[in-house]
């Protein structure tokens, strides 16, 4: 209906209406804590809709987005890169982003070192170690190789991007000296620091971006119509926890969003980078992400091997 969003199936028959909806909070070092956060609002959708709630977590955006290709997740918070991706091709449709008043909240790139590193500008990063998130990321990927260029830093010639896996792995890295420099999403460097994971004084940011939408809540496009109206009205009227408003730095909301019109800036980026929503472009992502995981497992392993006598 030219929304750029799967319409529902005309068909009744193809229609789903299932007796337990499946939701996926977006992929992170500690799924633990988020479906605990997440507990009032898995219960509130329970009791709205009827339906028996139940929590997958998930490893990497691709094995969100396969999920709901394949019928096994129903609602997710999709990070702000993955979710183009999950509209052309797996029929997910985003509904709702969190915010305040004020309106939508948004986040921007941070740029982020040790606080005691020599690197003062992007340029400084040249031959250095820097972690990227995923191919898919917005702002850990596709946003720096629009942007940095821009600032003297070239991905992939200055520097060979290192895939950490999330944005809170590339965090912890640069704490711990593992990277030199990371391009993170604010809020989820906010969020850490605010819960004490890392303390902000250990970090420099070099530069910042505009501000960007931020993640949003998506769920699949053959879910019934009525139960589709039903979840969007579930998630407008949930009352945040103060938990949740600690964990979203004070806001406090579910406010309406679409597709077309609020990931507009997102989508520009996707196609400066190279990287259009389409599935060659997919495909190259999840193979890169594939690459990365293995990257890191066998990094994992080595570290985990005590030397041989």
């Known amino acids: 209906d030219g929304d750029l969003v799967a319409d529902v199936p ?3 028959a193809r229609q789903k209406d299932p007796s337990t909806l499946i939701f ?6 500690n799924p633990a804590v988020y479906q605990h956060v997440y507990g009032p609002l898995m219960e509130h959708l329970g009791r709205c809709t009827g339906k028996r709630m139940a929590y997958f977590p998930v490893q990497s955006n691709t094995a969100q987005i396969e999920a709901f290709r ?3 997740l129903h609602i997710a918070l999709l990070a702000t890169g993955a979710v183009g991706f999950a509209v052309n091709l797996a029929g997910a449709v985003p509904f709702v982003v969190v915010g305040s008043e004020r309106g939508p909240a948004g986040y921007q790139l941070y740029a982020i070192v040790k606080a005691d590193s020599p690197f003062r500008t992007l340029a400084d990063l040249k031959g250095r170690k820097v972690a990227h998130v995923s191919p898919s990321s917005n702002s850990g990927n596709l946003a720096p190789r629009v942007m940095f260029p821009e600032n003297g830093l070239k991905p992939d010639e200055d520097y060979r991007p290192l895939m950490s896996g999330g944005h809170d792995k590339s ?4 704490s711990l000296g593992d990277y030199d420099m990371a391009p993170v999403a604010s809020d989820i460097f906010d969020r850490m620091t605010a819960r004490g994971q890392v303390k902000a004084e250990q970090f420099r940011i070099i530069w910042k971006s505009d501000v960007f939408p931020t993640s949003s809540y998506s769920m699949a496009h053959d879910l019934k119509p009525e139960l ?17 408003k600690k964990e979203y ?13 609020t990931w507009r800036p997102i989508r520009e980026v996707a196609e400066k980078s190279g990287t259009p929503y389409n599935r060659a472009a997919y495909d190259a992502v999840a193979r890169r992400e594939a690459e990365a995981a293995a990257q890191r497992a066998q990094q994992q392993q080595q570290q985990q091997t005590p030397p041989r006598q």
């Open 249 to 261: 730095q004070g806001e406090d909301r579910f406010l309406p969003m679409t597709y077309k019109e």
């Open 171 to 174: 965090i912890i890295g640069v």
């Open 228 to 244: 589709q109206a039903k979840v969007r009205e579930c998630f407008l009227n949930f009352a945040f926890t103060e938990e949740i």
């Open 10 to 12: 005309r068909d009744p």
């Open 24 to 29: 996926a909070y977006s992929p992170t070092e």
């Open 70 to 72: 394949a019928g096994r």
